[in-house]
């Protein structure tokens, strides 16, 4: 008796082996203004826990509308499915890290609600199992935003934050982040203007102790005034 099968097996059976893409729900952004947008890029580390193998070394992924995809083929990330992998994210990109233990950050001024934005740091962490390499994320906000409410505006314009932190460094396994020292003065962004004669300034730094002795706000306009 002879007999024969449509297609060949393999046994054992091969492992699926897929490309791994991130998803954020809603792509909010959160606490700060807006959604992600088309070109915004994350970094990623992959680490395989068990041998302790670097998958991905700040691999760039790029934001296309609906995921977050490799920048390039250098950048792609391939494993296989139902294996172990843990994966460390932060935004935004910056090409030039490459240890996990101290990614570094700093504000810039924020005149507009670009500079606002892009001051902002995230991470994200995901250690489940991989199911269909399409890998949610939830990201956690690692900065500050400092507020400030000018009631009965009379011609101000413009906010400034004196001799505040502005950079950092995050560990992304641990969570912890640690200040510079080094201070600037950064402006704020006008989120709301002269609405019924309120005005509001934002600006976002890393976590730190302020002090009205040394921090303060300076507004300016049709006069100067440091509060």
């Given at each position: 008796?002879?007999?024969?099968?449509?297609?060949?097996?393999?046994?054992?059976?091969?492992?699926?082996?897929?490309?791994?893409?991130?998803?954020?729900?809603?792509?909010?952004?959160?606490?700060?203004?807006?959604?992600?947008?088309?070109?915004?890029?994350?970094?990623?580390?992959?680490?395989?826990?068990?041998?302790?193998?670097?998958?991905?070394?700040?691999?760039?992924?790029?934001?296309?509308?609906s995921k977050?995809?490799?920048?390039?083929?250098?950048?792609?990330?391939?494993?296989?499915?139902?294996?172990?992998?843990?994966?460390?994210?932060?935004?935004?990109?910056?090409?030039?890290?490459?240890?996990?233990?101290?990614?570094?950050?700093?504000?810039?001024?924020?005149?507009?609600?670009?500079?606002?934005?892009?001051?902002?740091?995230?991470?994200?962490?995901?250690?489940?199992?991989?199911?269909?390499?399409?890998?949610?994320?939830?990201?956690?906000?690692?900065y500050s935003?400092?507020?400030?409410?000018?009631?009965?505006?009379?011609?101000?314009?413009?906010?400034?934050?004196?001799?505040?932190?502005?950079?950092?460094?995050?560990?992304?396994?641990?969570?912890?982040?640690?200040?510079?020292?080094?201070?600037?003065?950064?402006?704020?962004?006008?989120?709301?203007?002269?609405?019924?004669?309120?005005?509001?300034?934002?600006?976002?730094?890393?976590?730190?102790?302020?002090?009205?002795?040394?921090?303060?706000?300076?507004?300016?306009?049709?006069?100067?005034?440091?509060?």
């Amino acid at each position: 008796l002879l007999c024969s099968c449509r297609k060949e097996l393999e046994y054992p059976p091969k492992k699926e082996s897929g490309h791994v893409t991130f998803t954020v729900e809603s792509m909010t952004r959160n606490s700060q203004e807006g959604t992600f947008e088309t070109g915004d890029a994350i970094g990623i580390f992959a680490i395989e826990p068990i041998t302790g193998v670097y998958w991905g070394t700040n691999n760039k992924y790029v934001f296309d509308g609906s995921k977050f995809k490799p920048a390039t083929d250098d950048d792609d990330i391939i494993v296989t499915k139902g294996t172990d992998f843990d994966f460390y994210v932060y935004y935004p990109y910056n090409p030039n890290q490459a240890d996990i233990t101290g990614i570094s950050h700093a504000c810039g001024q924020q005149n507009d609600a670009s500079g606002w934005i892009n001051s902002d740091f995230m991470t994200a962490t995901y250690t489940d199992a991989i199911v269909d390499y399409s890998i949610p994320l939830t990201f956690k906000h690692m900065y500050s935003t400092v507020e400030v409410h000018v009631n009965k505006n009379d011609g101000v314009t413009g906010a400034t934050l004196k001799n505040v932190k502005y950079s950092s460094r995050i560990n992304l396994l641990t969570g912890a982040v640690t200040t510079d020292d080094s201070r600037t003065n950064l402006n704020m962004y006008c989120l709301k203007a002269n609405d019924n004669g309120n005005t509001i300034f934002r600006v976002t730094v890393p976590v730190q102790t302020l002090s009205a002795e040394s921090n303060y706000v300076a507004l300016s306009g049709t006069q100067s005034i440091d509060l």
